[in-house]
């Protein structure tokens, strides 16, 4: 399969994408309910048949992004910085050249996969990305290489405490994806987001505050199939400063903005709100 699209033009691979997304959609209805239920109490306010189009535009993203996420491990590292541009590297660059690590928050918005590949291209920053190993290990161990091909290292998610710890002394990008539904629901933030009560992981806060770095939200907008530009914003360049849950706040702020701009480029077949918060 990376082979076969490695050595497609992107015009032909939309063309299996677009088959993709009648067989993933229209024959096995993939994650359909779930996809349903999330849009439904997201937007209480479209109709049925704004729903079912805005359904129908996620399953054809998702089917892009999946083959474009396989594209990736053959991409040149030009084509990538054309197609993954980061449009303001010198928000991260500023801090680097003053010797400090940041961690970067981008959602799963967008062409996220290309977000492990591009940014060691574009900034100064030698790059690590969290990440949940798969159950395969020869999988694991050939997506991690293949991630990891430009300036660009990959830790587990369960090694986010040692990684840090060994990593301080030398300026370094941290990036920590944190729309995910957490497991650890003692230490999560739960904040409203998308008209529903929802549970956020305490990763991003807790090491930011920890080691007083700066926070990066990264909004990736889509320019057109297969194009992608990422903007820098800087939610806090002092930790310190902020109360409590207040790092997790902004960044789902702008992360809720970004997907009500464009609310189908989401991962909504995620089990986003399997978790509800415990009263009394």
């Known amino acids: ?59 054809q993203h998702l089917c892009d992004i ?41 959602g799963h918005y967008n062409n996220w996969e290309w977000g492990s590949l591009s940014p060691g291209l574009q900034l100064k920053y030698p790059i690590v990305g969290f990440y949940k190993c798969m159950s395969n290990s020869q999988v694991d161990t050939f997506v991690k290489s293949h991630r990891a091909r430009f300036n660009t290292r990959l830790a587990s998610l369960k090694e986010t405490s040692v990684t840090f710890k060994e990593l301080s002394p030398i300026p370094h990008a941290y990036i920590m994806a944190s729309d995910q539904s957490p497991t650890n629901l003692k230490e999560c933030y739960w904040i409203d987001f998308l008209n529903q009560d929802t549970a956020w992981l305490h990763g991003p806060e807790k090491y930011a505050r920890r080691y007083n770095l700066p926070v990066i939200y990264v909004d990736i907008q889509k320019v057109k199939r297969g194009f ?20 997790t706040r902004l960044y789902t702020q702008h992360l809720e903005k970004s997907i009500l701009d464009e609310p189908a480029y989401w991962l909504w077949s995620h089990k986003r709100w399997k978790h509800k918060r415990e009263r009394g």
Do not use: W
């Not at 993933?24 to 997201?42: E, K, M, P, Q, W």
């Not at 991409?75 to 449009?87: G, K």
């Not at 992608?228 to 790092?247: A, M, N, Q, R």
């Open 1 to 59: 399969m990376i082979i076969l699209v490695g050595i497609m033009p992107f015009r032909v691979l939309y063309v299996f994408s677009d088959a993709m997304f009648f067989v993933i959609y229209h024959v096995i209805g993939y994650r359909r309910n779930v996809v349903l239920v999330n849009l439904c109490n997201s937007f209480p306010e479209k109709n049925a048949g704004e729903i079912h189009s805005l359904t129908k535009k996620f399953y």
């Open 66 to 106: 999946t083959l474009e996420s396989i594209k990736g491990f053959t991409m040149s590292p030009q084509e990538i910085i054309c197609r993954h541009r980061i449009l303001n590297p010198e928000l991260a660059d500023y801090h680097f050249d003053k010797g400090i690590s940041a961690i970067s928050v981008p």
């Open 228 to 247: 992608y530009e990422l903007k820098l914003v800087l939610l806090t360049e002092d930790p310190s400063s902020l109360p409590e849950g207040e790092i």
